[in-house]
């Protein structure tokens, strides 16, 4: 951890993680819990992000408008996004208007009243929302491949919900997965921007540790079993068919897993210049779009190709897609396509750290997933260990035939 940035703990057992980035206009502040679309069951599916949405909409001492408009008039965001892990609440603001930000963002996490006229209003908005989100297949997909790779355990359901499950939520199953999942063990205060540590913690003792909040959470989530699935959906008339293959990866604690998001950069992650992207995009012009992407969780880890293509070249596209695949498995890199690969990556990540508002986002993760925050200097030193034969090996460990799973949305006519 840099000599900048500290952790705070709160009377309450919230902690605040802080970094002073000095002569920035800008703080960065949100609230990172450790709860999320796996922690619900089949009868509450969608509550986490439903009550993502509605935190909004009124606190014991602020209608919906007050709170909409409380940061956005002196020009900052405020926003909030719903994962199957995590939920986030943030604000950005100039610096003077800071505990403006704490103050607001705490009031709606801790004493929104959820009002019912509320609740069936923003029910319809989500509805629309999922129905949005059917209609985009290459976001649906992902959605469906981890339903057909997790089966009926949590991490395989929609973060939205389905229809059915969203129209049966109501105020008390929302108090229900607040008071059992928003536990002060679970719940981040994530500052950074020109503040010091004690403008931090003062913020965080006036606004945040007057908080009555549960002490710790005592509910155990369980792991999942991923068996390969393969499976061909019709769907409605789309210009392009839609395919997903991917398989079972490192979980958030695996040592392997850094070696891993080296393999998804080389293969689709790392912009135009991936082996994917430049075999069945630039040499062969099958697809406009094809990418690979590396998620990590508490027990598990997924990693999936994605790409969209005529029905005809489908086939074509999936046999390049596991040719590369055979060649990560069959041919080690030479030490300059190594190190070209760890310079990239590298380069990457470098872009983000400087993004402060996604570092406050970064930071809040890596304490409540490690209980410290993992720098920017600790992942370096990291992918530099990886070797060629490390590389190799998770390849054959990881993205085996056998392992391999897909799902395809083909276009109805065919």
Do not use: W
């Amino acid at each position: 951890m840099m000599d900048n940035q500290h952790i705070i703990p709160l009377a309450n057992g919230v902690r605040i993680v802080h970094m002073q980035v000095k002569h920035s206009e800008i703080v960065h502040c949100g609230f990172m819990i450790n709860a999320g679309s796996r922690d619900e069951n089949d009868e509450n599916n969608g509550v986490a992000h439903f009550i993502e949405h509605t935190v909004f909409k009124g606190t014991s001492k602020r209608k919906s408008h007050h709170i909409l408009r409380r940061i956005e008039n002196v020009g900052g965001e405020l926003n909030a996004y719903t994962t199957r892990e995590k939920t986030c609440y943030y604000a950005s603001s100039l610096k003077q208007y800071a505990a403006r930000s704490v103050d607001l963002l705490s009031d709606i996490t801790f004493n929104s009243v959820f009002p019912e006229k509320e609740l069936l209003k923003e029910k319809k908005v989500i509805l629309e929302e999922i129905d949005m989100y059917d209609d985009s297949p290459d976001e649906s997909i992902y959605d469906e491949f981890y339903t057909y790779i997790f089966g009926k355990h949590p991490l395989g359901y929609n973060i939205l919900g389905t229809k059915e499950t969203v129209n049966a939520l109501n105020r008390v199953k929302i108090k229900d997965f607040i008071n059992t999942h928003y536990s002060a063990d679970k719940i981040i205060l994530s500052i950074v921007g020109d503040l010091t540590r004690n403008q931090a913690e003062s913020l965080g003792k006036r606004f945040v540790e007057k908080m009555n909040i549960l002490p710790v959470d005592e509910s155990i989530r369980e792991s999942p079993i991923m068996q390969p699935q393969f499976a061909v959906k019709k769907e409605k008339d789309f210009a392009q068919s839609h395919v997903i293959i991917g398989c079972r990866a490192y979980s958030g604690y695996e040592p392997k897993r850094f070696g891993m998001a080296l393999i998804n950069n080389i293969l689709g992650a790392g912009g135009m210049s991936t082996r994917l992207n430049m075999e069945v995009r630039e040499k062969h012009a099958l697809v406009y779009n094809i990418s690979s992407h590396y998620s990590t969780y508490q027990d598990a880890g997924v990693f999936t190709i994605y790409f969209g293509a005529d029905q005809k070249n489908v086939r074509r596209c999936t046999d390049i897609v596991y040719k590369e695949l055979k060649k990560m498995r069959d041919v080690k890199f030479t030490d300059k396509q190594l190190n070209q690969s760890k310079i990239q990556l590298i380069g990457q990540m470098a872009q983000i750290v400087e993004n402060n508002g996604m570092h406050a986002q970064h930071q809040a993760r890596s304490v409540l997933d490690y209980g410290k925050v993992i720098g920017f200097k600790d992942y370096i030193k990291e992918i530099e260990k990886i070797t060629a034969l490390e590389l190799q090996e998770i390849s054959n460990e990881v993205l085996a035939v056998e392992r391999l799973s897909s799902l395809v949305y083909e276009q109805e006519k065919n």
